[in-house]
């Protein structure tokens, strides 16, 4: 089966601009993720979407990230505008059941790594 | 606040070598804890999965143990060969809000 896609791979920007990530996670997953990893530490969870809905979004700094995961597959992540220490991965994942406390793996795309300048 | 801790930050060992990676977590309350791998420019991709009630798991040359009432877990990978060069992340799942806590890793490089 195909694996979570996310795209770009890469980006540059300068502080202040926007920008937008895009993540297709594998199909019929239900809950999709995003993550935040900067160098050097582990991935810091932003939001969580199950089906088309929002289950958690406590640590997303709403101020200037918002998120959609419209009908409930893909997924945007938007940073509006960009900080210098917004540097960093931006992990997608997914999981195939509902249940939070079930005990299925996360499956990870393989980033997009922002540089902001 | 869950607060997950992987000691050492980097390890360099010669091809055959067996592999020791500590984990350390605060908050014993956990409902499931992980081992993943991430190669560069990569995402994670789980190795272990080890439940709340279990002590440890194996997968081939991977062994993972669980002592949730001080808080550790610790990843064994036997003969190490350079394909396992990566960085070894720990992973604990509250059983409150079952939310992930990740820890920094375990950069691993195994010289031939």
């Known amino acids: 089966e195909a694996g979570v896609a996310q795209s770009p791979r890469y980006k540059i920007i300068e502080k202040r601009q926007s920008v937008a990530f895009w993540c297709n996670p594998i199909?019929?997953?239900?809950?999709l993720y995003w993550y935040q990893q900067i160098l050097g530490q582990g991935p810091k969870l932003l939001i969580q979407?199950?089906?088309?809905?929002?289950?958690?979004d406590s640590q997303l700094p709403k101020d200037r990230f918002s998120a959609e995961r419209l009908k409930g597959v893909d997924s945007t992540l938007k940073i509006q505008p960009a900080k210098l220490e917004d540097s960093a991965v931006y992990l997608c994942?997914?999981?195939?059941?509902?249940?939070?406390?079930?005990?299925?793996?996360?499956?990870f795309g393989p980033g997009t790594r922002l540089l902001v300048l | 606040k869950q607060e997950v801790t992987q000691i050492p930050a980097a390890l360099s060992v010669p091809e055959g070598e067996n592999l020791v990676l500590n984990c350390s977590f605060t908050d014993s309350a956990i409902y499931n804890l992980q081992w993943f791998r991430q190669d560069p420019g990569k995402g994670l991709t789980s190795l272990l999965l080890i439940q709340s009630s279990q002590r440890e798991q194996t997968s081939g040359r991977l062994n993972a143990s669980l002592d949730k009432s001080s808080g550790r877990s610790t990843l064994y990978i036997a003969a190490s060969q350079p394909g396992d060069s990566a960085t070894y992340l720990c992973a604990v799942k509250s059983a409150d809000d079952y939310k992930l806590s990740f820890g920094a890793g375990t950069t691993v490089t195994v010289r031939a």
């Open positions: 979407f199950q089906n088309n809905g929002v289950v958690d």
């Open positions: 199909s019929g997953h239900a809950t």
């Open positions: 994942a997914s999981t195939l059941r509902v249940t939070p406390g079930g005990q299925e793996t996360q499956y």
